[in-house]
């Protein structure tokens, strides 16, 4: 039954075709089953949210705590939504980079109810400062409305949602932002192959000493291999048991 529902999904939705196919494509590639090593590897360098920021002089910060009433007044937001869609990232981490590095130029791949976009954008201290996000509905589910609902009003002026898959979508990201970035969040195609295309090309935007973050990176082996391509060293946090890879470009 949800496999008719996909694909009827995908025909009234044609633009995602592509995107089927490559899904289909994934179903049977082995390196997309590689989560046992991913996990492994990760947790064997695995440092907690706490212990990262040590190390970089980053103060933590939690967000529920120093945002407390905007937390409470999402929260009821995505409440009255519930689509049962991806949950949030490490926001307590991004928000923190954000108070403390202050990039101008963020991108962020993968929105659902919004709780990454808004900690970045809870994070700003200037009216320079610009999100740009991008986001395709999850499959079969009806839930365009919902994406990036915790967002207020009042925050959407320094906010670009771009409602495409990656393949589309991240071009017209990197676009906005003339091809160069402060901070990268990724947190959408979380397939190898979608990871082994999203990855170089923000990779290429960011700019030198930035933090480039990915999300549940146990799920496959995408983002070692992408590091040890690039002869980068990078840095896993674990939080809730979830795996964010990290790394600063060229540093
Ligand atoms: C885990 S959720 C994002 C959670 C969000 N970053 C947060 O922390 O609150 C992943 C989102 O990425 C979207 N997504 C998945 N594959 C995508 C693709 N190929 N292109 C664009 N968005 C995609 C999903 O539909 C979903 O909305």
């Not at 633009?15 to 089927?20: F, N, P, S, V």
């Not at 705590?65 to 049962?84: I, M, Q, T």
């Not at 959407?156 to 409602?163: C, D, E, V």
Request: charged share 25%.
């Amino acid at each position: 039954m949800p496999k008719i529902k996909s694909l009827i999904w995908y025909l009234n939705n044609p633009k995602y075709l592509g995107h089927a196919l490559r899904v289909l494509k994934s179903k049977v590639s082995k390196i997309e089953h590689s989560r046992i090593e991913a996990v492994d590897w990760a947790s064997s360098i695995s440092i907690s949210n706490s212990e990262f920021c040590k190390k970089h002089q980053i103060e933590l910060r939690v967000f529920k705590e120093d945002k407390s009433s905007r937390y409470e007044s999402s929260k009821s937001l995505a409440d009255a939504v519930d689509f049962g869609m991806g949950g949030a990232g490490n926001i307590d981490l991004l928000y923190s980079i954000v108070m403390q590095l202050k990039p101008q130029k963020t991108l962020e791949t993968g929105v659902s109810y919004g709780w990454s976009s808004l900690a970045i954008l809870e994070g700003f201290s200037s009216l320079e400062q610009r999100l740009v996000s991008t986001d395709m509905p999850y499959v079969g589910m009806g839930n365009d409305d919902a994406v990036g609902v915790v967002v207020p009003e009042g925050l959407k002026n320094q906010w670009q949602l771009i409602r495409d898959e990656d393949k589309r979508g991240l071009p017209k990201a990197l676009e906005l932002f003339d091809g160069k970035i402060d901070l990268c969040h990724y947190d959408s195609d979380k397939s190898y192959h979608g990871r082994m295309f999203a990855y170089p090309l923000l990779y290429e935007a960011l700019n030198d000493g930035c933090w480039f973050i990915s999300d549940d990176i146990g799920d496959n082996i995408a983002f070692k291999d992408f590091c040890k391509a690039k002869g980068i060293e990078p840095e896993v946090i674990v939080e809730n048991g979830r795996f964010v890879g990290a790394f600063r470009k060229n540093v």
